[in-house]
């Protein structure tokens, strides 16, 4: 069982930007993909991106957004730059075991409780 934590959500103008950390209980953490979803109110669970042995990203944030891990730590990041208001919404940090590209949510076994991300223009 993988607990997952994120934290850095906040309230920041449009342009701005925002770090998401995800904390994992797991000590294999190495061997997780990890991904970040978000959901708007009233719509779906999206992919933002996602991290195994590359990185990989929505067309939505490509350019802005940046997954990183650092494995010592047990923890991945989302790095949120030029930040829009349609950025707006609750992310979450998901893991996998194996080292794939998951884009679909239901490939993902575990999920954090996540973290309010409002972008204001």
């Known amino acids: 069982q993988v607990q997952l934590v994120e934290s850095g959500g906040g309230l920041v103008q449009a342009g701005g930007s925002l770090r998401l950390s995800c904390a994992a209980s797991?000590?294999?953490?190495?061997?997780?993909?990890m991904g970040w979803f978000r959901q708007a109110p009233g719509k779906e669970r999206d992919f933002v991106a996602g991290?195994?042995?590359?990185?990989y990203y929505a067309d939505s944030v490509k350019g802005r957004f940046a997954i990183f891990r650092d494995n010592a730590k047990n923890t991945a990041y989302l790095q949120m730059n030029s930040l829009k208001a349609e950025d707006t919404a609750v992310y979450y940090c998901a893991a996998v075991r194996g080292l794939l590209q998951y884009t679909n949510p239901r490939s993902y076994d575990y999920w954090g409780q996540g973290t309010q991300v409002t972008v204001s223009s």
């Open positions: 797991s000590r294999a953490f190495s061997a997780y993909t």
């Open positions: 991290i195994s042995r590359e990185t």
